[in-house]
C-alpha cells in the first residue's frame, strides 16, 4: 500500500482504516493513491486548524466526507456512539482523521476493546500516538477519564462472560 506517512500522525490500522491528524489541502490527494473512499472528520468545523473546503476537496476527489464533531475538552458518550454509527456504516477503505490523531486513537482503544482485543494490544495502538492519562495538556484529563473507563468497562465484561461454557460450531463439530 501506497501510505501518505509525511501526513501528521499517519497511522494504519488495517488495510481497510487509516488514521492522521489534521490533513492538509496538500494532503488530500494523497489519498487517492491509498484508495480511501471515504474520510470521517473528528475536527468541530470552528477549530482553528480545520482544513477549509476539506469535504468539497475531497469530494472533488471521489472521496466522501462526514463529519462527527466531537470537543477535544468535552468527549461525550454520544460523540463516541456516533464515531461507532459512522465507522461501521460508512464506505471503506475509510480514513478517520481529528487535528492531532489523539481523540480518533482514544475512540479506537475503545472501539478495539469492544471488538474483543486484549487492553494491551488496544493500549500499544492508542500510544504511538499518544497516552491521555500521561499528557500534560491541560485538556487531556477527560480523555484520560474515558480511556480509564473504557478499560474498566472492558475488564468488567471479560470477567462476566464464561467463556468455558461458550461452545463454537467447531468445537461441536470436532466432538463428534
Same mark, same amino acid.
Given at each position: 500500500m501506497n501510505d501518505p506517512e509525511h501526513i501528521r500522525a499517519w497511522q494504519r490500522l488495517s488495510s481497510e482504516i487509516t488514521t492522521s491528524g489534521m490533513l492538509a489541502e496538500r494532503n488530500l490527494r494523497d489519498l487517492i493513491g491509498t484508495r480511501i473512499k471515504h474520510v470521517l472528520d473528528l475536527t468541530p468545523a470552528d477549530h482553528p486548524e480545520a482544513l477549509p #473546503?476539506? $469535504?468539497? #476537496?475531497? &469530494?472533488?476527489? #471521489?472521496? #466522501?466526507?462526514?463529519r462527527v464533531e466531537v470537543p477535544f475538552a468535552e468527549p461525550q458518550e454520544e460523540h463516541y456512539a456516533a464515531f461507532v454509527r459512522a465507522v461501521e456504516g460508512l464506505p471503506r477503505p475509510l480514513h478517520v482523521h481529528c487535528v492531532a490523531n489523539h481523540r480518533v486513537s482514544a475512540f479506537f482503544y475503545r472501539y478495539h476493546l469492544e471488538c474483543g482485543w486484549n487492553?494491551? $494490544?488496544? %493500549?500499544?495502538?492508542? @500510544?504511538?500516538?499518544?497516552?491521555?492519562? /500521561?499528557s500534560d495538556h491541560p485538556t487531556a484529563a477527560p480523555w484520560g477519564q474515558f480511556v480509564r473507563e473504557a478499560r474498566? @468497562?472492558? $475488564? /468488567? /465484561? %471479560?470477567?462476566? &462472560?464464561p467463556t468455558s461454557s461458550i461452545r463454537t460450531q467447531m468445537d461441536e463439530t470436532d466432538a463428534i
Open positions: #473546503g476539506e $469535504e468539497h #476537496g475531497l &469530494r472533488l476527489l #471521489g472521496i #466522501g466526507y462526514t487492553e494491551q $494490544e488496544a %493500549r500499544a495502538l492508542m @500510544a504511538q500516538q499518544w497516552e491521555p492519562g /500521561r474498566l @468497562a472492558s $475488564e /468488567r /465484561r %471479560r470477567k462476566v &462472560r
